[in-house]
């Protein structure tokens, strides 16, 4: 079969490509643009809206294969076929047809649907690698609607008590995941610069938000403060006397995550598969062999 390595990042040698390596290589497939799976590859392939995003998480002279969702394509003699991965905004999954066998590495994946990132697709493949970063069984989500109206509840209380609601989550994807959360339930966001930054790209190409207002200090009252987790006890939140801060991850099902966190409150948003949805990936695919990567791949 196929020969599958791992040297910080997968490494199909017979095709010498890389998979979402940490350091920068000759030629790799960079599955999305969060910080943990990007490099300064010399050649790389991606998806179109990861592209756009690369420019400006990671900006530099690179050769760019830059392929759309579904299509078979040739790279350096490599059959290939990006599918979304329904993570964030771009996040690609890779299908590799190589010779009588199919390949496919999800990188970071989510079977549930979200507002603010493509639908995950698959295809059966022989081989698959991928991510378990919730790869225990007590990481289970609650229903994404009913953790939604958990974070509109506390951002309305938290405003009618006076005090200003901070949302912390990653300024690419759980930000904008967020944001679509909000619209239509009558409360106005104020997004922090790096979340603003990444959410006009999201608009540039083509994704629609509610009504949002850039982060001004002396303006913060009444409005739902979105910010990275970086900013938690940060100078800019230190000048708002009266506020609850809420970390929005998967994590909070951790019955700790509130200690863990040093905030307010916790809420499992997450745009990760949960344990079930990796179960369920494997019977979706119906792989002879599976290679499991990131956060619980042993245990799982």
């Known amino acids: 079969m196929i020969e599958v390595r791992y040297e910080r990042g997968v490494y199909l040698p017979q095709q010498n490509l890389w998979l979402d390596p940490w350091d920068a290589k000759p030629f790799a497939f960079i599955s999305h643009a969060h910080n943990d799976h990007i490099a300064p590859h010399e050649e790389i392939i991606v998806s179109q809206r990861t592209a756009r995003l690369l420019k400006s998480r990671l900006p530099g002279r690179r050769i760019e294969h830059i392929l759309p969702f579904g299509e078979k394509r040739r790279v350096h003699g490599l059959d290939l076929m990006l599918l979304p991965a329904g993570h964030i905004f771009g996040s690609a999954q890779c299908f590799l047809f190589l010779g009588n ?3 496919l590495y999800t990188g970071d994946f989510k079977l549930r649907p979200g507002k603010s990132a493509e639908q995950v697709q698959w295809r059966e493949a022989d081989t698959l690698i991928m991510e378990t970063t ?39 994807g759980k930000a904008q995941e967020i944001l679509c959360s909000l619209d239509g339930v009558g409360l106005t966001p104020m997004l922090h610069g790096s979340v603003y930054e990444m959410t006009r790209i999201y608009e540039q190409l083509g994704q629609s938000f509610c009504k949002y207002v850039r ?86």
């Open 215 to 300: 982060y001004r200090a002396n303006d913060v009252a009444g409005k739902v403060l979105i910010c990275p987790p970086s900013a938690n006890r940060s100078h800019m939140l230190e000048r708002i006397p009266r506020k609850r801060v809420a970390m929005i991850s998967g994590w909070a099902v951790d019955p700790n995550a509130v200690y863990r966190y040093q905030v307010d409150a916790a809420f499992p948003l997450s745009d990760h598969a949960d344990y079930e949805d990796l179960i369920g990936y494997v019977d979706f695919v119906r792989p002879r062999r599976v290679f499991t990567l990131h956060g619980l791949a042993a245990r799982f």
């Open 134 to 172: 919730f790869g225990l069984s007590r990481y289970r989500f609650p229903p994404t609607q009913q953790v939604v109206d958990q974070i509109v509840s506390f951002c309305r209380e938290t405003i009618e008590a006076g005090e200003v609601p901070v949302l912390l989550g990653y300024s690419l």
């Open 101 to 103: 066998e199919t390949l």
